[in-house]
């Protein structure tokens, strides 16, 4: 517990007041959507067909884009964290641009590659389709929320103690055996960690999805659609629930993942 004295009350106002600041700007508005919408409202987006589909269609290719994270991106972050090769640095700074680009520019060099590329006459023989289809939809969500995850990732691997792969290398286990049995289990909560916020990231990717596949909607593109067609009032209902749906989600599986940790160390 922290003891407050009189020389530190200066201190402990400035920071918190500060905090407050942070926190109005974040929780005034989440709560503010979320306690305008009434229960009759809500009732009737859950009976809007339109807006079951577009959260449906969300939830679903975001937990493909995660997928294609988890599958591409655990192996990647591996490289990145105990492996040495020319350009690393740079390589590595390559993988955070999807971060820092404008979404639209990501949807159009997307549209570009998959949407009238090569690599689009490659899909189309294998009748894969990246424009207005739920698989350019999940490429869209992949591209820009993938690096959440590999630094997520990336980071849970640097933490583990060295000395535990050293160990298990003495001991005969191979560079496989010593991934699968030592460092995946050490990783757990960055894995699960830079899942859900390469989830939700997908979750609320708006630019890079409408460039590429405008239809059909994920919820952040019918969210645009019903506000250019009905404005704040038309859109405010959906906005609600997708925020109540999210906010749901992770506190479950934050929860989740405090009971495990609670119970790993006290078993």
């Not at 922290?2 to 920071?15: E, L």
């Not at 305008?36 to 079951?52: A, C, H, P, Q, Y």
Request: charged residues 10%; contains cysteine.
């Amino acid at each position: 517990m922290i003891n407050v004295n009189k020389k530190n009350i200066v201190f402990y106002t400035i920071v918190g007041v500060l905090s407050f600041v942070v926190a109005f700007l974040v929780v005034v508005p989440i709560a503010s959507m979320v306690l305008s919408v009434s229960i009759r409202e809500v009732i009737e987006m859950l009976f809007d067909k339109e807006v079951v589909q577009s959260l449906l269609l969300t939830f679903e290719c975001a937990f493909y884009a995660t997928l294609i994270a988890v599958v591409f991106g655990i192996p990647l972050a591996y490289l990145f964290t105990f492996t040495h090769f020319p350009l690393k640095r740079f390589i590595i700074t390559l993988f955070d641009i999807p971060m820092i680009i404008p979404h639209t520019a990501s949807g159009i060099a997307l549209l570009f590659v998959f949407g009238s590329g090569y690599l689009s006459q490659l899909f189309k023989s294998f009748n894969i389709s990246f424009v207005g289809s739920k698989t350019g939809i999940v490429i869209a969500m992949a591209f820009v929320s993938i690096p959440y995850f590999i630094n997520a990732v990336q980071n849970g691997f640097a933490s583990i103690d060295r000395r535990l792969i050293n160990v298990a290398r003495t001991l005969g286990a191979s560079q496989a055996q010593c991934f699968v049995h030592v460092i995946l289990p050490l990783s757990v909560r960055a894995i699960v960690t830079g899942s859900l916020m390469m989830w939700g990231r997908g979750i609320s990717e708006f630019g890079a999805v409408m460039i590429i596949a405008y239809h059909p909607m994920i919820a952040p593109v019918l969210l645009y659609d019903r506000y250019s067609a009905y404005g704040l009032e038309g859109s405010r209902p959906i906005a609600a629930v997708l925020i109540v749906f999210c906010i749901v989600f992770f506190v479950l599986i934050r929860s989740l993942l405090a009971y495990r940790e609670k119970h790993a160390y006290t078993a």
